[in-house]
């Protein structure tokens, strides 16, 4: 059943994918990107048995890929591994990271990047206690290194880096400043929702023109050779991001839309054949 | 190479494209040039930095679309070289972006495309982040930014 599992993080949550997988007693690899972070979690006859990413193994990692909001996870089964960082049955693992995403959410409010530059205040109401791990952190605080330049600085977790600023801005130790002001070019890696142009006045320049139906049956059959059941509800996701219907897409958007689908295939030489295929109709349709 | 630039160029709206590499060797054009040889070096070079300065603000990214009032630039990183295309600013960037993904997923597979790119990896990109290659402008943006 799990054999080439393959499928969208939006479409399909961390502990879904490992509760459907352990509870089927699988054994592999599921590995998940979001963009340029990647992550892989080993399953073991029902439990996940090590997981790691970048510098970070173990639960913190759970509770890392749940933070993100979008992404691809590929599960390839029979891929063992020797190493063991996670012991605790999946739902104490799962609930634990759940909290965890909750507390980091509360954090990000407060500090939204690591460019964000930490400030020792002037003055302080009441004494405090510091944690010998937070001076290490607070030792750096000279108004110009960031959140970021700290980590670098110390070759620590950036997350763990990251709490510790916050636990000494509750303590009233620390306040931030606004990272800089963001370039005027944007760089930012492209999605449809951030390509898609605003959308005309309802009385100013052409009426829209609407894609055939064609279009969507058309791009569901390409899109399910790749993504498989899951392509009608990655279409409709597009659709959604936007801000269309299928009755009412605008032909403008089209080629944003199957960009925003090929995005969602993570095997290059599928997401080649989709991209070849859909720009093929595109052109003939013209 | 040269056939899949005239292919990017055959899109509307784009009026040439080249690779560079990070020293802003010109690698590859499409025919006719779209630009003076030293003014493709130039941008590719710029380019280049931002790519840098941007992974080193651990914000890495792998393209870029930069606007102007009369004409818009895409760059989409190789590693070694830079493949940069020059559009209109109503191109429409999806299929754009599109039918260069696929372009370079063509030459991440073929050898001798890899090797002629290689052959001009002899300048790391971080390397352009140093004040011999920047101006003076750009050296204190830079410095501003805490990199």
Same mark, same amino acid.
């Given at each position: 059943?799990?054999?080439?599992?393959?499928?969208?993080?939006?479409?399909w949550?961390?502990?879904?994918?490992?509760?459907?997988?352990?509870?089927?007693r699988?054994?592999?690899?599921?590995?998940?990107?979001?963009?340029?972070?990647?992550a892989?979690?080993?399953?073991?006859?029902?439990?996940?048995?090590?997981?790691?990413s970048?510098?970070?193994?173990?639960?913190?990692?759970?509770?890392?890929?749940?933070?993100?909001?979008?992404?691809?996870?590929?599960?390839?089964?029979?891929?063992?591994?020797?190493?063991?960082?996670?012991?605790?049955?999946?739902?104490?693992?799962?609930?634990?990271?759940?909290a965890?995403?909750t507390?980091?959410?509360?954090?990000?409010?407060?500090?939204?990047?690591?460019?964000?530059?930490?400030?020792l205040?002037a003055?302080?109401?009441?004494?405090?206690t510091?944690?010998?791990?937070?001076?290490?952190?607070?030792?750096?605080?000279?108004?110009?290194?960031?959140i970021?330049?700290?980590?670098d600085?110390?070759?620590?977790?950036?997350?763990?880096?990251?709490?510790?600023?916050?636990?000494l801005?509750?303590?009233?130790?620390?306040?931030?400043?606004?990272?800089?002001?963001r370039?005027?070019?944007?760089f930012?890696?492209?999605?449809?929702?951030?390509?898609?142009p605003? @959308?005309? $006045? &309802?009385? +100013?320049g052409? %009426?829209?023109?609407? *894609?055939?139906?064609?279009?969507?049956?058309e #791009?569901? @059959?390409? $899109? &399910?050779? +790749?993504?498989? %059941?899951?392509?009608? *509800?990655?279409?409709?996701?597009?659709?959604? #991001?936007?801000?269309?219907?299928?009755?009412?897409?605008?032909?403008?958007?089209a080629?944003q839309?199957?960009?925003?689908?090929?995005?969602?295939?993570?095997?290059?030489?599928?997401?080649?054949?989709?991209?070849?295929?859909?720009?093929?109709?595109?052109?003939?349709?013209? | 190479?040269?056939?899949?630039?005239?292919?990017?160029c055959?899109?509307e709206?784009?009026?040439?494209?080249?690779?560079?590499?990070?020293?802003?060797?010109?690698?590859?054009?499409?025919?006719?040039?779209?630009?003076?040889?030293?003014?493709?070096?130039?941008?590719?070079?710029a380019?280049?930095?931002?790519?840098?300065?941007?992974?080193?603000?651990?914000?890495?990214?792998?393209?870029?679309?930069?606007?102007?009032?009369?004409?818009?630039?895409?760059?989409?990183?190789?590693?070694?070289?830079?493949?940069?295309?020059?559009?209109?600013?109503?191109?429409?960037?999806?299929?754009?972006?599109?039918?260069?993904d696929?372009?370079?997923?063509?030459?991440r597979?073929?050898?001798?495309?890899?090797?002629?790119?290689?052959?001009?990896a002899?300048?790391?990109?971080?390397?352009l982040?140093?004040e011999?290659h920047?101006?003076?402008?750009?050296?204190?943006?830079?410095?501003?930014?805490g990199?």
């Amino acid at each position: 059943m799990a054999e080439g599992l393959t499928g969208s993080l939006a479409q399909w949550p961390l502990p879904d994918i490992l509760n459907l997988l352990c509870s089927s007693r699988q054994v592999g690899r599921i590995e998940l990107t979001d963009g340029p972070h990647r992550a892989d979690v080993y399953i073991r006859e029902g439990a996940v048995v090590h997981a790691t990413s970048g510098t970070q193994s173990g639960e913190p990692v759970i509770a890392t890929v749940m933070t993100w909001a979008k992404g691809t996870f590929s599960f390839e089964p029979r891929v063992p591994t020797s190493q063991v960082t996670v012991i605790r049955p999946l739902a104490d693992v799962l609930q634990d990271a759940a909290a965890e995403v909750t507390e980091r959410a509360k954090i990000r409010d407060t500090i939204a990047s690591a460019h964000i530059v930490p400030r020792l205040v002037a003055t302080i109401a009441n004494a405090v206690t510091i944690q010998p791990a937070d001076w290490s952190v607070l030792a750096f605080c000279d108004g110009r290194a960031s959140i970021g330049d700290v980590t670098d600085a110390l070759h620590e977790d950036e997350w763990d880096v990251t709490r510790r600023f916050y636990r000494l801005s509750t303590s009233g130790l620390v306040e931030f400043e606004e990272p800089l002001a963001r370039p005027v070019l944007q760089f930012a890696p492209p999605t449809a929702q951030q390509s898609a142009p605003a @959308a005309p $006045a &309802a009385s +100013a320049g052409p %009426p829209k023109v609407i *894609v055939s139906p064609q279009f969507f049956k058309e #791009l569901t @059959a390409h $899109a &399910a050779q +790749a993504l498989g %059941p899951l392509a009608p *509800v990655i279409v409709d996701d597009g659709v959604d #991001l936007l801000k269309s219907t299928r009755e009412s897409f605008a032909k403008e958007k089209a080629s944003q839309l199957v960009e925003f689908v090929a995005g969602e295939i993570a095997d290059d030489a599928q997401r080649v054949k989709f991209q070849q295929a859909m720009l093929q109709w595109l052109r003939s349709a013209a | 190479m040269e056939r899949d630039l005239q292919q990017i160029c055959a899109l509307e709206n784009v009026g040439g494209a080249f690779v560079c590499d990070n020293a802003g060797e010109l690698v590859v054009s499409s025919s006719p040039p779209v630009l003076a040889t030293i003014a493709m070096g130039e941008m590719s070079r710029a380019a280049a930095q931002t790519l840098a300065a941007m992974d080193r603000s651990r914000k890495p990214v792998d393209r870029g679309e930069f606007t102007y009032d009369t004409w818009r630039l895409f760059v989409r990183d190789l590693g070694p070289a830079m493949i940069l295309v020059v559009c209109h600013p109503n191109v429409d960037m999806a299929t754009l972006r599109m039918t260069v993904d696929m372009t370079i997923v063509r030459w991440r597979k073929d050898n001798n495309i890899q090797k002629r790119l290689s052959k001009r990896a002899n300048l790391a990109r971080k390397d352009l982040l140093t004040e011999a290659h920047m101006d003076d402008v750009a050296w204190h943006s830079y410095q501003l930014l805490g990199a």
